[in-house]
Nanobody
């Protein structure tokens, strides 16, 4: 059973950095496509970054060059390093996992397992 728990959110000022973590207490990340999503109040959920089963990585255009997704399979942990944060990055951030092969998808409906989320707030 996959159990995803995010941490690392918080409040930072414009230009600051945060590193989000997502631990899977139930299974091995190496068998899953892993991704980060975010959702701001009143807005649709947005795919941020994904690591596919073959290790390929994809980012949303809005975070390219600022965010880095990585994983440590030995620790069953997924990371999202967020640099040069902007107020528009403010959202609840979720990690997601799926064992099916859809390629490096950023579509939320192609993920079966979700964490509870961690809040990121960026002030100007």
């Amino acid at each position: 059973q996959v159990q995803l728990v995010e941490s690392g959110g918080g409040s930072v000022q414009y230009g600051g950095s945060l590193r989000l973590s997502c631990v899977d207490f139930g299974y091995s990340y190496s068998n899953y496509r892993m991704a980060w999503f975010r959702q701001a109040p009143g807005q649709e959920r947005e795919g941020v970054a994904v690591i596919d089963l073959d290790g390929s990585i994809r980012y949303a255009d809005s975070v390219k060059g600022r965010f880095t997704i990585s994983q440590d399979n030995a620790k069953n942990t997924l990371y999202l390093q967020m640099n040069s944060l902007k107020p528009e990055d403010t959202a609840m951030y979720y990690c997601a996992a799926d064992f099916r092969s859809f390629g490096p998808s950023l579509r939320g409906y192609e993920y079966k397992y979700w964490g509870q989320g961690t809040q990121v707030t960026v002030s100007s």
